[in-house]
Structure formats: structure tokens, C-alpha cells
């Protein structure tokens, strides 16, 4: 691992450790993550993808990894990236790659993570657009 990641994932690992100290956890937040397990089975081919930014170095870091059952890891990928944008553009890309590695990998996933609720909220298409000019762009 390169220093440059080494200190993408230090960062990242500081700023998940913040960002759960500040976020009080929902019964719907946690619901979602208890059931996790009842949807993965040992043979579900699952995604997981994620992205870190370091705004004072501009630099992205995106991950993914594939999985099938709980437990068994199948393949993963980083990508260190220079620049750094908004949080919700930069999961995006972390989902985009995700998908893009999987295709040329020939791997199939069943579902998909992120702990993007925008992203995914988006993705599924129930996310609604709440600012003043949404009509204008819908």
C-alpha cells in the first residue's frame, strides 16, 4: 500500500470515527442494517463501494469490494484519484467505478452498498428534489 493511500485510509478511518460520533442512529437507519443479514445469503454475490476524500491534499480515494455470503471475499479494487469534490459526487463515482470493475471482471452482483443514503436514495429513485428551483429541472 502506498503512502499516499496509507494516509487516505487513516483519514478515512478518522473522519467514519467522527462522523458516528455525530449522527444519532434512526430505527429505520438501524432496521436497515439488521436486516442485512437475513438478505445476504452464503451464495449472494454482493458489491460494496465506498469513496474518502482529503480536501486538504485533493485527493479521492474509492474503493469497492465483491463478496458472496457475509464472509467470503471474492475481489477488490481501490483507485486514488486527484481531486476532490462534493461528498455526494464523489460517492457517485465510487458506485460508477464499482459497477465499471464489476462489468469488465464479469462479476454479477446481486445487490449493492453504499453508506451514501443520498446516493442510493437517488439510485432508486425516491429521492425527492426539495429546493426552490426543482420544478425547473425535473
Excluded at 480515494?61 to 465483491?66: E, I, K, P, R, S
Excluded at 459526487?89 to 449493492?112: D, K, N, R
Aim: glycine share 6%; net charge negative; with cysteine.
Amino acid at each position: 500500500m502506498s503512502l499516499g493511500m496509507l494516509y487516505i485510509w487513516r483519514d478515512y478511518r478518522e473522519a467514519q470515527h467522527l462522523h458516528s460520533q455525530d449522527i444519532s442512529h434512526s430505527a429505520s437507519h438501524q432496521h436497515l442494517f439488521s436486516s442485512c443479514p437475513e438478505i445476504i445469503q452464503e451464495d449472494t454475490p454482493t458489491l460494496y463501494v465506498d469513496a474518502a476524500l482529503d480536501q486538504d491534499r485533493c485527493i479521492t480515494g474509492l474503493g469497492c469490494v465483491f463478496k458472496v455470503g457475509s464472509h467470503r471475499i471474492i475481489d477488490s479494487a481501490k483507485i486514488q484519484k486527484p481531486g476532490a469534490s462534493s461528498p455526494i459526487f464523489t460517492e457517485a463515482q465510487a458506485l460508477y467505478h464499482g459497477l465499471s470493475w464489476c462489468l469488465s471482471s464479469q462479476l454479477m452482483p446481486g445487490f449493492i452498498f453504499s453508506d451514501c443514503l443520498n446516493l442510493v436514495s437517488k439510485v432508486n429513485g425516491t429521492w425527492k428534489d426539495n429546493s426552490a428551483i426543482s420544478s425547473l429541472v425535473a
